[in-house]
């Protein structure tokens, strides 16, 4: 009996789905963290744009336990965001309707994630995968600075004035004369405790939790004179209850739920590249997208408002040494659990402790980009200044109306950078079968063959720099244009600008030959009328193998030549 084959154990696939799997004992810990912080930074950026803080405390449960079930990022974290927040604010202001009214807040969570369903299901990630490396390096800068200018309050005492947040950095630093003594030091001694934990290789992945509770502890017994959680509101023992969205808001609350929708799977797109899955998964922005909206729909019904992924309690989940996206369930489960149990306990968190710690993880942020920044420095100058304005609109405007100029800054450098690297190349035999490239000709060689490669993608901007490059008509002259790239949808103006080549070779006595059109384009040139515009034989259509097209062409070429030159000469005039 023939011996049975050994099984062969196979490297993870970096395509697979992700799963939920098993926790890990990091998990529970990071968890913990991360749940801490949802108490003071929930209620925080709820209180900023005047909503209740409970109802930011909820935001971490439900929708935290949901959107770490549900998503392909394995270690987003989904909750709300102060962007979030302060979005959220202005659409309830802009309609009128009453931002304390839990109906009104549940009916915009709801909208907002149908939204982000219905995105998902459209699969229109797609778009954000045209927001070039450098807009999405800016943007996410710029959101770390967020985070970072949102908690100098908190950690320092001093509230810094200015509409930009890059002013209001500078103002906090010009009025170092105001920071609340007590408030700094405890801030500092933080980051001084976080440091040290961080630096113990076996206690890195638990130094936010040993400097929230060191420090937390340290204050409780000085009796320093800080403000604590419980400054913000009261934490009530008990568990979200069931709230039911207010249908009549629903015209009213339309624009804005996709308005918030697009701040919040913006500020999401950004924890993917940030934040790769530990698992060997891929990520999904469509699947990011579907999870982010199941999230609100649920959250919306048990107290939360509008969220979406965030990348600071993301950082914070990954420093902790978040390892599944068991990482996300225990937050929620934990912060639950804190709010039922220890309610009182987590009021005495003090302001300043969190607020060192979120500055650390914004801190983190922006040093895991500087790889990201020197490679678009390095890159081009337009890249550069793409990535510089969008950091600047993101501290400066609205974020929705960063997440706009971001892509429109895209689209224009996408544009740019196409037009500047399409090019003609002449194609020469070099023996062999083989073909080497050269610049084209000025001028095309009577009575002979010529092969042009276009690379390029049609667009129309790039059209002149073609017109430019393309050799002068020559009498009896072949032109065989390989065209193997050229999209399947070309711009008008190229079909007018081959058009217009080709009537050039002809008025010269020459021909020009497509060669390696492929079906989708070949008829769109039959449509338009290319293909009897040019005769017979002069649309070579693209085959299984690289150069039979151009193979074919060249042998079409001969062709046309020696009939060009056995035909009778025209009669004198």
């Not at 604590?228 to 009549?248: Q, R």
């Not at 490239?437 to 009577?446: E, I, K, W």
Request: proline share 8%; charged share 10%; with cysteine.
């Amino acid at each position: 009996m023939p011996p049975k084959p050994r099984k062969t154990r196979t490297a993870p696939s970096r395509l697979r789905r992700p799963h939920l799997g098993r926790p890990r004992p990091a998990d529970v810990s990071a968890g913990l963290v991360t749940g801490l912080f949802s108490i003071p930074e929930g209620m925080a950026y709820a209180a900023i744009a005047g909503f209740n803080p409970v109802a930011g405390l909820f935001s971490g449960v439900v929708p935290a336990v949901v959107g770490s079930i549900t998503a392909r990022t394995v270690l987003m974290v989904t909750t709300l965001t102060s962007a979030i927040s302060l979005t959220a604010q202005s659409v309830l202001a802009d309609a009128g309707l009453d931002a304390g009214s839990s109906g009104n807040i549940a009916m915009l969570a709801v909208m907002t994630g149908l939204v982000m369903l219905l995105m998902g299901v459209l699969r229109l990630g797609v778009v954000l995968s045209f927001v070039s490396n450098a807009v999405m390096t800016g943007f996410s800068v710029g959101i770390a600075v967020q985070i970072i200018t949102g908690v100098l309050k908190d950690a320092t005492g001093y509230k810094p004035q200015g509409h930009n947040k890059l002013v209001q950095l500078g103002d906090w630093v010009v009025h170092v004369g105001s920071w609340e003594l007590a408030a700094t030091l405890t801030a500092t001694a933080t980051v001084a405790v976080w440091a040290l934990a961080h630096a113990v290789k076996r206690l890195r992945t638990v130094a936010l939790l040993i400097a929230m509770v060191v420090v937390s502890s340290a204050v409780a017994a000085l009796g320093t004179g800080v403000e604590l959680v419980e400054g913000i509101a009261d934490i009530p023992s008990a568990l979200p209850h069931f709230t039911a969205p207010d249908w009549s808001a629903f015209p009213h609350l339309l624009g804005g739920a996709v308005s918030i929708a697009l701040v919040a799977l913006a500020q999401a797109a950004g924890i993917a590249p940030t934040v790769p899955n530990p698992d060997g998964s891929r990520s999904s922005v469509n699947g990011d997208f579907a999870a982010q909206g199941a999230a609100n729909v649920a959250g919306a019904l048990f107290q939360s408002l509008p969220v979406g992924g965030s990348l600071s309690r993301t950082g914070v989940a990954v420093s902790a040494g978040a390892r599944t996206r068991w990482t996300g369930i225990f937050s929620g489960l934990w912060l639950a659990a804190i709010v039922l149990t220890l309610a009182p306990l987590a009021e005495r968190i003090p302001m300043p402790v969190i607020g060192g710690l979120i500055i650390v993880v914004g801190t983190e942020l922006i040093a895991g980009k500087i790889p990201d920044i020197r490679l678009v420095l390095k890159t081009s100058p337009l890249s550069t200044a793409a990535m510089a304005l969008t950091f600047l609109a993101t501290t400066e405007l609205p974020l929705q109306q960063a997440v706009i100029l971001g892509a429109v800054v895209s689209l224009l450098l996408y544009c740019a950078q196409a037009a500047r690297q399409s090019r003609l190349l002449a194609l020469e035999p070099a023996g062999d079968g083989r073909w080497s490239t050269a610049p084209p000709p000025d001028r095309l060689t009577p009575g002979q063959v010529t092969v042009l490669d276009y690379n390029g993608v049609s667009l129309f901007a790039e059209l002149p720099r073609m017109d430019r490059s393309w050799p002068a008509p020559a009498e009896g002259a072949v032109l065989v244009l390989v065209v193997r790239t050229l999209p399947d949808v070309p711009s008008s103006a190229m079909i007018k600008l081959l058009r217009r080549k080709a009537d050039e070779l002809h008025h010269a006595g020459g021909h020009l030959i497509l060669a390696g059109v492929q079906p989708p384009l070949a008829r769109i040139v039959a449509d338009t009328g290319l293909t009897e515009h040019l005769g017979h034989g002069a649309v070579v259509p693209a085959t299984g193998t690289l150069f039979g097209p151009l193979e074919t062409a060249l042998r079409d070429a001969d062709a046309w030549i020696a009939a060009h030159r056995n035909a009778p000469a025209p009669p004198s005039p």
